[in-house]
């Protein structure tokens, strides 16, 4: 998780986050496909922006989707205590996609995020949904907490909504946009150094890769099984949310990032690369 | 939904207030609005809250964002009961299910409690600037170049919200329809419409970042600010009266069972 906190001393690592917190509250705000609750939830097309954004801009995507949040939550007049769950639950949409890249094993196609291969899409799709998840029960969870919405009649909707606009829209997206910023060399592996990134065995990074995936549909499901009662004992949505954020905290901060070691296999990136 | 700035350009007494100040006073009411359970205790932050957005001009943006205000109320108010104990007389009893009178008390105090804090952030928002918000942010601790990013976005944000419309109708004079086939073939419309804004949008970082290098930014050093505004009297009494609020709020819940269901 270094690379969330060195990333700041990086001029251009910061413009990125501003300009993806800009570019995802400019498309957030405006656009919808379809409406599932009026006033409440739409279909977004931007929803697909966080975990694109992941994949290539890292930990300024991660801070990007989380201020772009909270700039559509101040533009559009839902500005307030919900917001917070809005700003770490985007900033998670965001971060879950460049920690899972390459580290789910035999899972993981092992290439660049360019969607060239069926196997990129499958694993990005799983990437699409585990992020979806993480977003949806980290909203909910503290939506239900602040006593706002029940966590499972929020979740499930986020959870739809970020899932088919991340699922179908990110794919092409990357197909389009990848090999571009690839060329402007705007990718995070190119303008962090080897020291500002989060370093660990391949052991460590898959764990820390599952973790963070079965954590998140883990989460949504036992939280859903409680939420509704249908779960025995006396597990409330608010301990399991505290469960399961501090699982994801240490799973976040034991695993890396893969892409650096896919690049520079490729010979797109120095090995060693040093500031 | 509107996509101007919530910002209402005015020399009120809220306006006045710091950002710092302000922040304090909404967390204070945030916290009053969570704490009270009952549908009077809450109504009563509520009205509070509405006071605050009128008298900071803010009456104006309710009526840009009533829609979001009356669903969020509506779908608070259907939606608790079916996750709440059903204590007390039945005071509405119909085919599909009834309502207890404990059910509907608690239903109005989270549907008030959802209204209050909605209208809590448009007083704020109606009241402090985009560089006040990140004067705020940064007065209340934040990294330097958190603030910074947060800014920049605050200023970038209208130019894309133009690039993205002049995109869409660029293309949709191509013949790019956004409302026609199935939820699927709708969401897979827009690629045309966001890879051109996205692109453009990232050209721009190196440009700028080498205009901001050039200028000796650097976020690691320790920084010195013009025109930093120290905290009035009226400062101070917002306040205390927030810490009042606060203070209050706690005592009387915990201590009394004021506004408890």
């Not at chain 1, 150094?193 to 989060?198: G, N, R, T």
């Amino acid at each position: 998780m270094r690379e969330v906190f060195t990333m700041w001393r990086d001029t251009r690592m910061i413009l990125l986050v501003a300009v993806v917190a800009a570019v995802y509250a400019a498309i957030l705000l405006p656009f919808k496909v379809f409406t599932i609750l009026p006033g409440l939830t739409s279909v977004r097309p931007a929803n697909a922006f966080p975990v694109v954004f992941g994949l290539m801009f890292g930990p300024a995507a991660a801070w990007g989707s989380a201020i772009g949040n909270l700039i559509a939550d101040i533009f559009g007049g839902t500005f307030g205590p919900g917001s917070l769950g809005g700003f770490v639950g985007n900033f998670f949409f965001g971060f879950v996609g460049y920690k899972l890249w390459g580290n789910l094993g035999p899972l993981s196609s092992g290439e660049e995020p360019n969607m060239r291969s069926i196997r990129q899409v499958v694993e990005y799709v799983l990437i699409a949904v585990a992020s979806s998840a993480m977003c949806a029960v980290i909203i909910a969870w503290v939506a239900d907490l602040l006593g706002l919405v029940p966590f499972s009649v929020l979740a499930p909707i986020i959870m739809v909504n970020n899932t088919l606009a991340a699922a179908v829209l990110g794919p092409p997206l990357l197909y389009l946009t990848y090999p571009r910023i690839k060329d402007i060399g705007f990718l995070y592996p190119e303008l962090l150094a080897d020291e500002e990134l989060s370093a660990a065995g391949a052991s460590r990074r898959y764990v820390a890769a599952y973790g963070l995936l079965v954590v998140s549909l883990v989460w949504l499901g036992v939280g859903l099984l409680v939420g509704t009662g249908a779960a025995p004992g006396t597990l409330t949505v608010g301990l399991v949310g505290l469960v399961g954020f501090v699982l994801v905290l240490a799973f976040a901060i034991i695993g890396a990032e893969r892409l650096s070691a896919i690049l520079e296999r490729a010979g797109a990136r120095p090995a060693g690369r040093n500031r | 939904m509107s996509t101007r700035s919530l910002y209402v350009s005015a020399d009120t007494p809220v306006h006045r207030l710091t950002a710092r100040s302000k922040i304090g006073l909404a967390t204070a009411l945030s916290i009053a609005a969570f704490v009270f359970t009952t549908p009077i205790a809450v109504g009563i932050v509520l009205a509070v809250a509405f006071g605050a957005l009128a008298w900071a001009g803010g009456l104006r943006n309710l009526r840009r964002v009533w829609f979001i205000v009356v669903a969020l109320f509506v779908v608070g108010f259907v939606v608790w009961p079916a996750f709440t104990p059903a204590r007390g007389p039945t005071v509405l009893a119909t085919p599909l299910g009834s309502l207890s009178s404990y059910e509907l008390r608690f239903a109005l105090g989270r549907s008030f409690r959802i209204v209050s804090f909605i209208i809590i952030g448009l007083a704020f928002v109606s009241a402090t600037s985009n560089e006040g918000i990140v004067r705020g942010l940064r007065s209340i601790g934040l990294p330097y170049a958190f603030c910074f990013a947060v800014g920049t976005a605050l200023r970038l944000f209208p130019t894309f919200l133009s690039a993205a419309d002049t995109v869409r109708q660029a293309q949709e004079a191509r013949g790019l329809d956004l409302s026609a086939g199935n939820p699927i073939e709708r969401v897979r419309g827009y690629v045309p419409l966001l890879v051109p804004v996205f692109v453009n949008a990232v050209r721009q970082v190196n440009d700028q970042s080498m205009a901001l290098e050039a200028r000796g930014f650097d976020t690691r050093g320790e920084r010195t600010f013009h025109g930093k505004r120290p905290l009035a009297g009226r400062d101070w009494i917002a306040l205390a009266l927030a810490t009042l609020i606060v203070v209050g709020t706690l005592v009387g819940r915990y201590g009394f069972g004021v506004g408890a269901l």
